[in-house]
């Protein structure tokens, strides 16, 4: 439904107040991940709502995780946010979550090396938690190196709203 000229829309969408939020925390150090998890913090959060699952995204690249942050969240989801395995690694320690989204190329730490040494904890929750693959790879090669590595799923990036509902019909039990 398109607005009559005269009407006038001063009240930001659901999504452009997040959207600024979100590219606040990032005007000092766009890649930082202490500005990203500030600026996440709290957002889409309604306190009436039931306890939701979390998810935990590991993604190096800054606009593919604000994208992927800001689609879980409308979907309704918890999510916290890293740029790498070795930062994915220490997350799963401090917190459980229902699922990771793991990107497959970071620096420091990629996302087949962080699946193996999360593959290996001691806690059998976190050792078992979901890692679906997040790749901008060849299909059968990559697949087949994720799924070796530990992963449960694979998905070519970019993903779609409606992909990312599928991951979280398919591995989040609600």
Known sequence: MV?????????PSHFEENAANIFSGFASDPGSTEAMAIAIDGIGKDETQAQKATVLIAEDMPVMRYVLVLSLQEMGVDVHAVENGEEAIVALLKHQYALILMDCQMPKMDGLEATRAIRKLSSEAKRNTPIVALTCGAPGQDRRHCIEA??????????STDQLQEILDNWISR
Do not use: T
């Not at 607005?3 to 009240?11: E, L, M, T």
């Not at 530990?150 to 993903?159: E, Q």
């Open 150 to 159: 530990g992963m449960n799923d694979y998905f070519i990036k970019p993903v």
């Open 3 to 11: 607005p009559d000229k005269g009407q006038q829309h001063n009240s």
